[in-house]
């Protein structure tokens, strides 16, 4: 259960009594996700006693559930024994994680101390690309080979299955490290032991490449109700396997990502409380460049009907209703279909499909909306004379133009390989303010001058 | 792998073919998500078959990953004896989210053929609440009781497996069904033969009640890196559990609701292609009419102003950038109080610290944009005289206003126990529209008038 201010009191409480004997048992209950948060809540000197009083047991797992910020201090404040332990003890993905955020002197430092095989495994994780399957992979794993009886599996299981991060899916490969296929423990369990693995395991299975991008792989684990994914090199060897809970936090971090992106912010790796106000308005400060520029095309070319609003310039009181209705509209077609691409749901061969579904759409709200606010006019300013018209006029165009556009512009992006998630609110508004007023003023010269 | 084109052509073929002898070998190798879509890309008349062609021991997995559209289809198709054989083999979790796309008189079909006591599971799980633990758990799940030994245990499982949706982690429960604790079959796998599970067992573990939020149970299994949660009643019987793939749906489809709630679309259920123009049109309807309506305060209270632009009419040429920058700075910020809340990054708590973050941010980008605007109008118009100055002035001011106003709502909203998601870019750059123009043209009223 979540943890509570009076645990986190508590252990003050016992570290200022120095009674290190009832911490230990109230640590022994605890899990590590719990017991990492407590740790970070306490002062930072307290949190380095509290961390020393861990079972050498947990220690690396408790280190692998802190952020970055409290990992570096841990590193800084033990020795190298402590710090080689605790890393031999890390899974592999979890160390990579670690040294990823660290300043190169500590790197140095954690690599001199781990163990041969664990900096090399380290090493190679670290020259997998940012974002790939390789990156997020754990190399430990259980193998099996297709000619073990089902007992023997399960007893190779028992024996090497402390050092694995999971176990519920293991993978038979042959003399060369190829994959050729699968079976879970629990197809194990209710097999005959005498059986043969050959007999019982999986040969076609979904299974990713280190190079492959990450998400597709988190995804391939969602679609197919997996809990691990094998992944393979160029050379078809089995290298290692993403979990469900790591493929879990890939598709939260890239969810995230694209939020970010559709309200124009430059992603960033860190939580928001964590960043400085620096990063963050450096993070917002280009696209709102950008946005402002583009705004000042659409001012220029507002300019250019001067005439028509000076001489008429009730209409300027319309132009925020219309502007902002049609960004609506544009931002609700692209967010649909910016998210229904995300899921799989959406591809780029529907575009026609699409555009003409909005269309359809942006029909029936833009009618509906559009003869609302016209009677609304005739009803508050019955002397404008044709303006409820130009406006009703203008209402409908825009909301069309702006589904039409909202809708094939995120596709468009995909076919060029860019990010769909860029075409979104803050771009859709500000192409339909321009749009929209170009359609409002030349309606209201054609028939008001 | 995701199915091919070729591999429907050749499934096609098979069956004009009636060549049902190699129809059954090519579905015996395929997983039953990818059988699922194979077959759902058919003719209805060859679905119906090709689903008919399936081993008894698939047909309810295959049928399980079928669309709501596609089961219904089947389900009218088929015979009372194979709808009942279907529905007693799935999960129930499964049979209860068919029943709860289909017309009432297929709903008592399928209830008269499901066994009693599926029917009674089926029945328990609608009366769940929309939303609840309840509704997405599953009652198959693995039962052990303290004082049996690991090879006990073992052999319960060897002998139960093959009926629960996931044997991974088994609960400890006493004779009234409570929950003592857990173990994972790793657990027993590394333990002696002879130890007694209450030795071995997990006491202390995160669980949820039935009728608590799905998506804060899915939450627990993320955060817990669980892959499975067991649920209990008021009374803390256990009565299911939650797995890791059906809480990654719930996260996904929570997520996809918010991305349409901060684009102002009512959430609905079906993916966006099978979803008709009206029931679509309708989602989007109500509340682009709301906006509107503020759209038309805002013009109202721009209408007050109508001695200040129609006097200066080339002020109306700096309002879609003034807005458009506004609206695009308060949605930056209200998307990151909302995801970072989402996330449980960001609590209600943090409210002061939140607004004074983005106030700082606020400054620093509200200067650097207003300064860079200022100059443009300087060199592109320098008879403008006091006008550059309105314009970055209006600018600092309505950046300030916009990200507090975006940095608050949300907050606010959650305290109201209401959805922050409501208070997104939408009703953001709806208000900060009017803000930011009552700013510009009181400005402007009082330096140029």
Redesign the interface.
Known sequence: ?PIQRQDVEYITELLNERNYKVLRSVFD???S?DLASAIESLPQEQALIAFRTLPKETEAEVFAEFDSDMQQKIVEAITDTELSRIIDDLWVDDAVDMIEEMPAQLVNRVLRNSSPETRSLINQFLNYPENSAGSVMTSEFTKLSKDMTVKEA?EH??KV??DRET??TCYVIDADRHLEGKVT??EL??ANDNELIKNIMET???FTVTTDDREDAAKLL????L?ALPVVDAQNHLVGIIT??DA??V??EE??ED??K????SPSEK???KTS??R??AN??V???C??L???V???I??SY?AV??SI??L??????????G???G??S???????MA?G??KVS?IF??VW?EF??SI??GI??AA??YI?LLIMYGNLGLIPLVVALAQIGAIIMAKTIGSILPIVAKMLKIDPAIMA??LI??IV??VT?VLYYSIAGKLLM
Chains 1, 2 share one sequence.
């Open positions: 259960m209950d605890m899990n996700v399960i299981i028992r299955g402390e176990i519920y423990v629990k369990l209710l076609e299975q979904p969602a679609k197919y109700d809990i469900i809970d879990l936090d598709l939260r969810t995230t939020f970010h559709m309200a124009a912010i939580p928001y409380l106000v620096f963050l308005a917002r400060f696209w709102l460049l946005l402002m583009s705004g000042m659409t001012g220029a507002l300019g001067e609003y000076s310039p009730v300027v009181s319309f132009m925020p209703m219309l502007t902002g209705t960004g609506n509209a931002s609700q692209s967010t649909m279909v910016i998210r229904g899921l749901e959406i529907d499909y699409v579904k359809r759409i029936i709200v509906i909306l609302a606010n609304r609110a803050p508004t500000t303010d321009a007023l």
